[in-house]
Structures are given as structure tokens and as C-alpha cells.
T-cell receptor, first 115, second 114 residues
Framework: DTEVTQTPKHLVMGMTNKKSLKCEQH?????MYWYKQKAKKPPELMFV???????INESVPSRFSPECPNSSLLNLHLHALQPEDSALYLC??????????????FGEGSRLTVL | AQSVTQLGSHVSVSEGALVLLRCNYS??????LFWYVQYPNQGLQLLLK??????LVKGINGFEAEFKKSETSFHLTKPSAHMSDAAEYFC????????????FGKGTKLSVIP
């Protein structure tokens, strides 16, 4: 059983919709991540939150808006997406940098389809 | 800068045969190295990690990996493949304890032939 929980597992949305992906962890980790994964590709980093503050934004389009309400929760708000945004979105958590070795723990992912 | 190269995008082995998945890395500082496995339509699961405590690392499901600094390699092995090992495997490197960045290789799909 994964200790990082993502909801929903599947999401279909139109290009004008607004939806959100949610992620929750209870491992006491202070760093949380959003990755995007296309088929047959490795995960690509989108955002990193450290101690509830946005630390890294990998030049992600503004139609993706992350939010970290507290140390256990991470959201990804979606608005006006394009069909090419269809992918598996993975949430992960880790101890904050400075703690070795900092392995990431991933959720099962949210499969997003944009019509 | 750090990078990971996984040799072979697809590896096929017979059930019961040795599994060898290759990973080479580059890092300007002593690295932390990881192997992850991903089953279809699932997230990534940590198989094992190298943290400099020992060069031979044992992980879950009978996998192990050996860190060879001189060869900048961290190859993943399993003595006897099982059908349930069929999955995508990713090698990843984190350069230094203070870095958030985890760089993934392109992945190797392992097929197990009955």
C-alpha cells in the first residue's frame, strides 16, 4: 500500500473545465512534488514545495496552478488545459533537502484525459 | 550537472534467467542513486537506494545493485526472473543531500518470457 494517496485516479475534462488533483501524505515529509509522465517516458518534474512554500517551478504553463494548504496536502488546479496535457500526474513526497538520501515516495498517480 | 543513462530501452529475459539492467550516471558530487519500478498504470515504487554505506545494495523483490565509482555505474540485477518482474524500471540520481532534483534515466522495459 502506498503512503501517498492521490485522487481521483482517473479524470476526463474538457478544455474549458476547471478541476483539481489532490495528494495527501502522512509520513511527516516536508517536501512534496508534482510530476507529469507521458507514455513510455520518465517522470518530468513540474513543481516542488518545501515546508509548504513553492521552491521549484519548472517553467510550467499557468494553466497548472499548485497549492500546498498544509504539510500533508498538495493540490494541482487545472484550468483551460490542452489535449497535449493528457498524461499521468504523479505526486511524491520526501524528507526536506539536507536529510539523506532523500528518496521520493510516489502515489499511484492520476490519469488525466483532456478532450 | 547530473545525468543518467540506461542502456537498453527494452530487455527480454526468460523466466528463471538472470536479470541485468544497466545504469550509468554522471555527477559532480558524490551521488545518491535509486532504482524505481513502475507497473502499468501505477506510480513508481522504490526498489533500492545507494547512500554510500555499502557498495552492494539489496532491495525488495530479490533485486540488488552494485555501486562502482570507477565505472560510474549502478546496475540492477536479480538472479532469477519471475513473470511478476515484468515492468518499467527507472534509474535515478540525486546530486548531494541539499538538492531537490532527482534526475531519471529514460527507463528500461523488462519483459519476462515464460
Amino acid at each position: 500500500d502506498t503512503e501517498v494517496t492521490q485522487t481521483p485516479k482517473h479524470l476526463v475534462m474538457g478544455m474549458t473545465n476547471k478541476k483539481s488533483l489532490k495528494c495527501e501524505q502522512h509520513m511527516g515529509h516536508r517536501a512534496m512534488y508534482w510530476y507529469k509522465q507521458k507514455a513510455k517516458k520518465p517522470p518530468e518534474l513540474m513543481f516542488v514545495y518545501s515546508y509548504e512554500k513553492l521552491s521549484i517551478n519548472e517553467s510550467v504553463p499557468s494553466r497548472f496552478s499548485p497549492e500546498c494548504p498544509n504539510s500533508s496536502l498538495l493540490n494541482l488546479h487545472l484550468h483551460a488545459l490542452q489535449p497535449e496535457d493528457s498524461a499521468l500526474y504523479l505526486c511524491a513526497s520526501s524528507q526536506a533537502p539536507g536529510f539523506q538520501p532523500g528518496e521520493l515516495f510516489f502515489g499511484e498517480g492520476s490519469r488525466l484525459t483532456v478532450l | 550537472a547530473q545525468s543518467v543513462t540506461q542502456l537498453g530501452s527494452h530487455v527480454s529475459v526468460s523466466e528463471g534467467a538472470l536479470v541485468l539492467l544497466r545504469c550509468n550516471y554522471s555527477s559532480s558530487v558524490p551521488p545518491y542513486l535509486f532504482w524505481y519500478v513502475q507497473y502499468p498504470n501505477q506510480g513508481l515504487q522504490l526498489l533500492l537506494k545507494y547512500t554510500s554505506a555499502a557498495t552492494l545494495v539489496k532491495g525488495i523483490n530479490g533485486f540488488e545493485a552494485e555501486f562502482k565509482k570507477s565505472e560510474t555505474s549502478f546496475h540492477l540485477t536479480k538472479p532469477s526472473a519471475h513473470m511478476s518482474d515484468a515492468a518499467e524500471y527507472f534509474c535515478a540520481v540525486r546530486s548531494g543531500a541539499g538538492s531537490y532534483q532527482l534526475t531519471f534515466g529514460k527507463g528500461t522495459k523488462l519483459s519476462v518470457i515464460p
